[in-house]
Every structure is written in C-alpha cells, then in structure tokens.
C-alpha cells in the first residue's frame, strides 16, 4: 500500500530509521556549526524535509550520511546568508546537554568556535568533530584539498588566538 505521495511504507520505514540512526551526530553536527542548538535544530529540520522529499534518490546515494552532511553544511552557509541572521537576540549561554562532557569547556570551545570566520568553522568541524579526512571534508564542502589544509591551519590558528589571548611574548 503507498501512502500520500506515492511513497511506500517500506521506503518510510527505511528513512525513519536512518534518520534515528543518526540524529544525535547530526544535531551536535549542526549546533557546533552555529553554536545554537535551537538554530541548528530548525537548519537540521529543514534538511530533512528536503532529504525526506527526495529519499528515493538519497537513499540509493553512496555515502547518503555525506549526502546529509553536505546538506547540512549548504543550509548552514545559505541562513548565514540571509541579514535576519546577523541579528544577535542575546548573550545567554546555550542550554547544557546530556552529551556534553564539561560544560565550561563546552562553552569556552564552542564561543570561541563561533568566532571562527564559518568557512574556516565548518573546515574544524566536519575535520575534528566529524572526523572526516581532508579529502572527504573537500568533497563536502566542494573545494579542492588545498584549500581544507588551509583553512584548517587559519581556523586552528583563529581558534588558538581566541582561547589563549596572552601575547607570544609572556
């Protein structure tokens, strides 16, 4: 029996699980991007609607889980995009989560990440909290390997600066 939309249940059933499979990875994904969960939340639903729309293409995809990252990562760049995001609402610290080992380090890493210019935030990202290799966050993010190694070197940097501030000096 199909349901609405001529899609089968058997093809609804293999997106639900997929999806369950992956949604912890996919949220932390999103919110260390952004540093809002709420934000990375609305992005991550938004990419599975899209991704849900299109599931019989997707799912015969080879690496469907980079098909998602990818997703992800084009929805993150286009809301940066968008003059209503620059609009900061408040300084509050994000809600502490279950996953999150140490909440000060969290926050600390996190704020400081969120400083980061995003091209060289989703490079850090996708490399060392998605464990992606070089060539793999490459294809992600549709750039040559060159430029991953580059903008890794001037996130670390960034980030570096940002978490210790002290002149090389002292």
């Not at 490459?138 to 890794?152: D, P």
Request: hydrophobic share 40%; with cysteine; charged share 30%.
């Amino acid at each position: 029996m199909e349901t609405s939309g001529g899609r089968g249940a058997r093809a609804d059933a293999e997106f639900t699980d997929f999806v369950a499979a992956r949604m912890a990875q996919w949220r932390r994904t999103a919110y260390l991007m952004c540093g809002d969960w709420d934000r990375g939340d609305d992005i991550l639903q938004r990419v599975l609607t899209e991704l849900y729309r299109n599931w019989s293409r997707a799912r015969r995809a080879e690496y469907p889980d980079a098909l998602v990252r990818t997703m992800l990562l084009r929805r993150l760049l286009d809301e940066r995009r968008l003059r209503w995001t620059r609009v900061v609402l408040g300084a509050a610290l994000p809600e502490r989560h279950a996953d999150q080992v140490d909440p000060t380090d969290r926050i600390t890493l996190v704020g400081a990440l969120r400083q980061v210019p995003p091209r060289q935030r989703a490079v850090l990202v996708l490399r060392y909290f998605q464990d992606l290799s070089v060539e793999e966050t490459a294809k992600a993010l549709g750039c040559t390997t060159g430029t991953v190694k580059s903008q890794t070197a001037k996130g670390l940097n960034t980030l570096r600066a940002l978490l210790d501030p002290a002149p090389a000096g002292r």
